[in-house]
Structure formats: C-alpha cells, structure tokens
C-alpha cells in the first residue's frame, strides 16, 4: 500500500499534537525559551539539508524564480487566509499565537525536507515505509513541542503533509517509466538544498530576527526540477 507510510505520519502529528495540548499551561518564559531553542535547532536542520547542494546556481535560480512566483499570486496571503478561515472556525490554545501561525508554521517544518520526498519515493516505488514511519516519529515529537508554543493550530499541517506525501507516493509508482534514476537522485539533492534554506527561513522568523514570507518562496520547491532540468542539459 504506496499510501501506508504518508498515513502513519499523519497518524503520528496528531498524536503528538494532542500530547502537546496538555503542556500548552507552562509559564510564558518557559515556552519563549522552549521556542527560541526550537528556532534553533530548526536552523541547524536547514543547514544540514542546504550544503547538500552540488549545484548552487541551481538554488540560486529557484530561490528568484520561485520568490518571483510566489509574489505575484501572494501565497503568503492565501496561506495566512486560509490559517485565518480555520482558526475562526477553533479557538487557538495560546493567546499569543494564532490558529494560523501554528498552521502555517507546522506546515513548513513538515513539509519541507528530504524525508518527505525520499520517503514518499521509498513508499510508492518500493513499498518501504521506513523513512516515513521514521519522519512521523520526529515530527510527532516536533508537533508535541511546537503545540506547547504555537498552539492547537499544529494540528491542522496534517492536511498539506497526507495531500503532499501523498501525491508524490501515488506518483512514484510510475515515476520509474519517465526519469532516469541518475537525474532523478541529482534532483532530490538540490530540491533538498532549496528546502533547507527554506527551514532556515522558518527558524529566523521562530527566533523573531527576520520576518521573511517563507510563503512567497514555497514555488521554489518546484522551480528546482525545471532549473535542474536545464542545468542538466548545459
């Protein structure tokens, strides 16, 4: 079943999300302190995942072809409505945070990254859900310490996590008929070093030192394979 592993992660963020409520009553400072160590540490993820990158020039043009294209249909202003239109449908457990912020934030953490897209190739090309069950246990425990900060609103990244993971191990299962293994293996590094710049991103904006649109910059994720695709033919 292609789709075994997407749901056990899914499965995965709503029970740390839950877990995470019955902690969300600790002291403000503790939670700043908890969150500014979240913020770091998701810097250091990013990192880790952008100096994989074989190709910076590939990463560059992403990054400005895709910040160009999130601008122009302002993503970040649809993601936030949308984060908006759930919470006024939930009453967010931290009054400091919007049903939004946890949304949109969650989303990116889980979203973002290597093990979504390995895993989702893993589970539709050869049934192995082992990277994806692995990815659902560190993003139970990340949806446990990010609901303590940000909120009930955690919980609702479960929806974009199943539809993108998803998606990528349904398509996987015919993904061998039309990219060569080479280019295909090329690709996830580089669109591993775009997503890690991104998560970067996610952690500057955590520890309040930038308010970057990360939004605006999610079309990158895809520009990556056209840009790749063109570099390969150079």
Excluded: C
């Excluded at 993503?75 to 949304?103: A, M, P, Q, Y």
């Amino acid at each position: 079943m292609a789709l075994y592993g997407t749901i056990v992660n899914g499965i995965l963020i709503i029970v740390g999300t839950l877990l995470g409520l019955f902690f969300t009553r600790i002291p403000d400072r503790y939670k700043e302190t908890v969150m500014h160590g979240i913020g770091l540490a998701v810097i250091l993820i990013g990192l880790q995942m952008a100096f994989s990158t074989e190709a910076i020039i590939v990463v560059l043009l992403s990054l400005l072809s895709g910040a160009i294209l999130g601008e122009l249909f302002r993503l970040e202003e649809l993601l936030n409505r949308l984060g908006s239109w759930i919470g006024s449908k939930f009453k967010n457990t931290n009054e400091n945070f919007t049903i939004s912020d946890g949304f949109v934030t969650a989303s990116l953490v889980f979203v973002i990254g290597a093990m979504s897209v390995i895993g989702a190739l893993d589970s539709g090309l050869r049934g192995d859900h082992e990277i994806l069950i692995t990815k659902g246990i560190l993003d139970g425990f990340m949806a446990l310490v990010l609901t303590t900060t940000l909120g009930f609103g955690v919980i609702f990244s479960v929806i974009p996590v199943v539809l993108y993971q998803g998606t990528i191990a349904l398509l996987a299962t015919q993904i061998e008929k039309w990219i060569p293994d080479a280019f295909l293996n090329g690709l996830i590094l580089e669109l591993t070093a775009v997503g890690g710049l991104l998560i970067v991103a996610i952690g500057l904006n955590l520890l309040k030192i930038t308010q970057i649109r990360i939004g605006n910059l999610l079309p990158s994720i895809l520009t990556v394979a056209v840009i790749y695709y063109f570099y390969q033919l150079i």
